[in-house]
């Protein structure tokens, strides 16, 4: 009679779908998680904003969240931004309140679509009329487009690839 390889039922229960992940480092997240700063969740790789709470609660009951700090309220408390926006010119000076709303205003709708874009601080006056800062290089650019769009002036862009990080100067005499 051949012997039978035995198998312990846990070979034949145990799900490797859910193991995708596993090659990672391994400071990858579980899922699901949650964001204790922002709300934002974290699943199926990605993070997304903060969703109603009847959804919320629904994943809730399907298993339970990890509670955890997102990359973007991270990066927001050691201050290290991948972005900047400079803003400049006499024009800036006469309309300071309507460029910053509209800067909010356009960082807030880009947190929308991915969390981890965020506008980390407005600073008045520290060499420049307004520098804003930023979690990713894509958002400092985003915003320069913005402010180009909505009040004309110029923009640059300059970004540096090696330490991923990008600096748009917008100015308006
Ligand atoms: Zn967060």
Redesign the pocket.
Known sequence: MPVRRRYSNATFTKRVDHQGGRHRPSRAISEPAV?K????VYAGRRWTAARSTSTKSQDEHLRPAEIT??P??KQQRTGEPCGFVFLDGDFFSSHAEEIEQLLRNEAKRAAEDN?LARAMEFKRGDGHKLTVSTTTEHLAQRLGHAVEKAFCGSVHYDFSHENKMARVSWRRD
């Open positions: 964001c700063e922002c709300g934002a700090l997102c973007a309220c969390p």
